[in-house]
């Protein structure tokens, strides 16, 4: 399993091992699994993180898959001497289709609340009476049906930890909230910069959050949140890691963004093969090592190992996946181990995927980003970068190319 860090001896491990839905967190996992890449930004952003003195906001980008949570994970194990990190998922406590400006930056303080009780940091009455009297203020459906008792400590992490979970869930306590915190944000920002100057306090260590799966929200709430809201979202005073879609980057309004968030990283995919064509095997060594990692060698064919490299894109979720599929191909033929029709199989179930998906209009769009390796600025492209049809690499540039379970449709009559 994933969890323990241990390497697959078969296929029903491997099928485990190789979960796309599960981005390595934990030290341990880290340490067995993670595959460095090139040109990754993590070192510049620790460095950024470590030498300035004023609070960043920054956002970091790539394609969805493409390993930002594990890289942040990378980058969290670098930092914890000088910062402590609260890093989070917003798809793990909120509504990814049903998501404001003010879901972001409440949920950022009812982490905050969590996160110093769970460590046991300090944090005094005086601020935790502040914080509470605040939280009672927005959620006065959540407030009657807690019970009280227990001291103030002990009433605030009740009602934080069932407000986070109703957040979610229920519309209704969204609605509510989002009015009432909508007439107090500067309230909310007084709440945060208190906790954070606390568990700074208590801890030594300078507070930095990373809030992630922002970028799988649809592009139309995502600028909403970035472009209309920004100053919300970068007003908490202390560094933040937000995700960014990689199709945002296109948008003529970009530019209004990156007044606001003036720091932007980008994580290249690995790169199988080179803007010419030609195979790049320091990458494809680095995709195969994803699968070896996780599972024993013998458990898959090498020419089938090197074919799900170059079909997988270089965005390591698309790799997982379609091992994942190839490792049940190859259950389901009562196979010892993944040979080249189970993978050609699994890369088969793929496009046919975009196959239902992709509008005529896109395909002709596609077979012109084959051709030219460039993309046009436009919501059209902008699409195709969303669904990951179309994919941008970048070594001494940046070029586009069409994702390679897509190529087979575009070349039918």
Same mark, same amino acid.
């Given at each position: 399993?994933?969890?323990?860090?241990?390497?697959?001896?078969d296929?029903?491990?491997?099928?485990?091992?190789l979960?796309?839905?599960?981005?390595?967190?934990?030290?341990?996992?880290?340490?067995?699994?993670?595959?460095?890449?090139?040109?990754?930004?993590? /070192?510049?952003?620790?460095?950024?993180?470590?030498?300035?003195?004023?609070?960043?906001?920054?956002?970091?980008? %790539?394609?969805?898959?493409?390993?930002?949570?594990?890289?942040?994970?990378?980058?969290?194990?670098?930092?914890?001497?000088?910062?402590?990190?609260?890093?989070?998922?917003?798809?793990?406590?909120?509504?990814?289709?049903?998501?404001?400006?003010?879901?972001?930056?409440?949920?950022?303080?009812? /982490?905050m609340?969590?996160?110093?009780?769970?460590?046991?940091i300090?944090?005094?009455?005086?601020?935790?009476?502040?914080?509470?009297?605040?939280?009672?203020?927005?959620?006065?459906?959540?407030?009657?049906?807690?019970?009280?008792?227990? %001291?103030? !400590?002990?009433?605030?992490?009740?009602?934080?930890?069932?407000?986070?979970?109703?957040?979610?869930?229920?519309?209704?306590?969204?609605?509510?909230?989002?009015?009432?915190?909508?007439?107090?944000?500067?309230?909310l920002f007084?709440?945060?910069?208190?906790?954070a100057?606390?568990?700074?306090?208590?801890?030594?260590?300078?507070?930095? +959050?990373?809030?992630?799966?922002?970028?799988?929200t649809?592009?139309?709430?995502?600028?909403?949140?970035?472009?209309?809201?920004?100053? !919300?979202?970068?007003?908490?005073?202390?560094?933040?890691?937000?995700?960014?879609?990689?199709?945002?980057?296109?948008?003529?309004?970009?530019?209004?963004?990156?007044?606001?968030?003036?720091?932007?990283?980008?994580?290249?995919?690995?790169?199988?093969?080179?803007?010419?064509?030609?195979?790049?095997?320091?990458c494809?060594?680095?995709?195969? +090592?994803?699968?070896?990692?996780?599972?024993?060698?013998?458990?898959?064919d +090498?020419?089938?190992?090197?074919?799900?490299?170059?079909?997988?894109?270089?965005?390591?979720?698309?790799?997982?996946?379609?091992?994942q599929?190839?490792?049940?191909?190859?259950?389901?033929?009562?196979?010892e181990?993944?040979?080249?029709?189970?993978?050609?199989?699994?890369?088969?179930?793929?496009?046919r995927?975009?196959?239902?998906?992709?509008?005529?209009?896109?395909?002709?769009?596609?077979?012109?980003?084959?051709?030219?390796?460039?993309?046009?600025?436009?919501?059209?492209?902008?699409?195709?970068?969303?669904n990951?049809?179309?994919?941008?690499?970048?070594?001494? %540039?940046?070029?586009?190319?069409v994702?390679?379970?897509?190529?087979?449709?575009?070349?039918? /009559?």
């Open positions: 399993m994933l969890e323990h860090a241990e390497i697959a001896q296929l029903r491990g491997a099928i485990n091992s979960d796309p839905e599960r981005p390595l967190k934990t030290d341990k996992q880290l340490e067995a699994y993670f595959v460095p890449r090139p040109f990754s930004p993590v /070192e510049d952003v620790r460095i950024l993180l470590q030498d300035t003195q004023s609070p960043q906001k920054i956002l970091f980008t %790539g394609h969805r898959g493409s390993g930002k949570s594990t890289e942040l994970a990378w980058l969290t194990r670098s930092l914890r001497e000088q910062f402590f990190v609260i890093q989070y998922s917003v798809k793990d406590r909120l509504n990814i289709f049903d998501l404001t400006h003010l879901d972001i930056v409440l949920s950022l303080a009812l /982490e609340v969590e996160r110093a009780r769970e460590e046991g300090e944090v005094s009455e005086r601020v935790q009476e502040h914080i509470l009297k605040f939280t009672k203020d927005i959620s006065q459906e959540v407030v009657s049906e807690v019970t009280a008792g227990g %001291g103030v !400590s002990a009433e605030l992490n009740v009602i934080v930890a069932k407000l986070s979970s109703k957040l979610g869930a229920e519309e209704v306590t969204r609605t509510s909230v989002r009015e009432k915190v909508s007439h107090r944000l500067s309230d007084e709440n945060i910069d208190l906790l100057r606390e568990i700074e306090k208590s801890t030594g260590r300078r507070l930095l +959050a990373i809030v992630e799966d922002l970028d799988k649809d592009l139309e709430t995502t600028k909403k949140l970035f472009y209309e809201n920004a100053v !919300s979202l970068s007003a908490p005073r202390l560094s933040v890691i937000y995700t960014f879609p990689m199709a945002l980057r296109h948008d003529n309004d970009f530019m209004q963004i990156r007044a606001s968030f003036p720091r932007l990283y980008v994580l290249p995919n690995f790169m199988p093969r080179n803007r010419d064509g030609g195979e790049n095997e320091d494809i060594d680095a995709l195969q +090592a994803i699968f070896t990692k996780r599972a024993a060698p013998h458990l898959i +090498a020419n089938a190992l090197r074919r799900l490299a170059l079909s997988s894109s270089g965005i390591p979720r698309e790799f997982v996946a379609i091992a599929t190839s490792c049940l191909e190859a259950r389901k033929a009562e196979r181990f993944v040979d080249e029709t189970c993978v050609e199989t699994a890369i088969a179930n793929r496009t995927e975009y196959d239902v998906l992709l509008t005529p209009e896109q395909r002709e769009l596609l077979k012109k980003v084959r051709e030219n390796k460039r993309i046009t600025n436009d919501k059209d492209h902008r699409s195709l970068l969303h990951l049809s179309a994919l941008e690499y970048r070594n001494s %540039g940046v070029w586009y190319d994702h390679p379970v897509v190529a087979p449709l575009l070349d039918r /009559e």
